[in-house]
């Protein structure tokens, strides 16, 4: 079940009669919330949605609710984010997945789903930046509709004229070319293939 809260946490918008209990929770203005622990709860327990900016909500475990919107959080970049202040004194940007499972150094937090506001533990884990760039989504120029996919005007001297969909993949920053198909389902799946094979279960693919 969802529930919908807006930025303060002593104040529910939306939420079920069978949950009442939770607004007894929320109750104490005065008291700070506490950073849950990783693994402190249930991951099967209700999840609940923090409200951002231009309209956008992001997902968190119920055990991570109070916690995280005693702050104000913005959308940015498909992304919960909110500002806070270095050691310095400087503002800086931090993601709401960051904090609620800090890489470790040289590593960054990987979204399962792709999905940016999901942060619920289960769709969280750590990745290098090579990981998490081979789970992404396919580019926003891509026009067959299928990651890996382009559509090319094949050659009269080719011996498959009639191929006009090639498939294609980069690893550890080289291209390659994975052949020419007759259709763009067939080079789909040639590069799920590939993409499995080389990125495990950091690959994005198709089907």
């Given at each position: ?24 929770r ?17 991951l ?35 992304y ?5 202040s270095?050691?310095?004194?400087k ?51 891509n ?30 920053g080289?291209t ?25 279960e ?6």
């Amino acid at each position: 079940m969802v529930k919908l809260f807006c930025h303060s946490y002593c104040e529910a918008i939306l939420f079920s009669s069978q949950n009442s209990a939770s607004l007894n929770r929320l109750g104490n203005c005065d008291k700070k919330p506490r950073k849950p622990d990783w693994q402190s709860f249930d991951l099967e327990i209700d999840m609940k949605l923090i409200s951002l900016s231009q309209g956008k909500f992001a997902k968190v475990d119920d055990g991570w609710f109070d916690y995280l919107n005693q702050w104000k959080w913005f959308y940015a970049n498909g992304y919960a984010q909110r500002h806070t202040s270095s050691k310095l004194g400087k503002r800086k940007l931090i993601g709401m997945q960051n904090v609620i499972y800090p890489p470790p150094e040289g590593m960054v937090v990987d979204h399962k789903d792709t999905d940016g506001l999901n942060n619920q533990a289960t769709n969280l884990r750590h990745a290098t930046c090579s990981q998490n760039g081979y789970n992404r989504k396919k580019d926003c120029d891509n026009s067959t509709g299928y990651k890996g996919v382009v559509k090319i005007k094949p050659s009269k001297k080719w011996k498959n004229p009639g191929n006009r969909w090639r498939a294609s993949i980069k690893v550890n920053g080289k291209t390659f070319c994975l052949g020419t198909y007759s259709n763009p389902i067939d080079a789909a799946l040639a590069y799920d293939d590939s993409a499995r094979r080389n990125f495990g279960e950091f690959a994005k693919t198709n089907f």
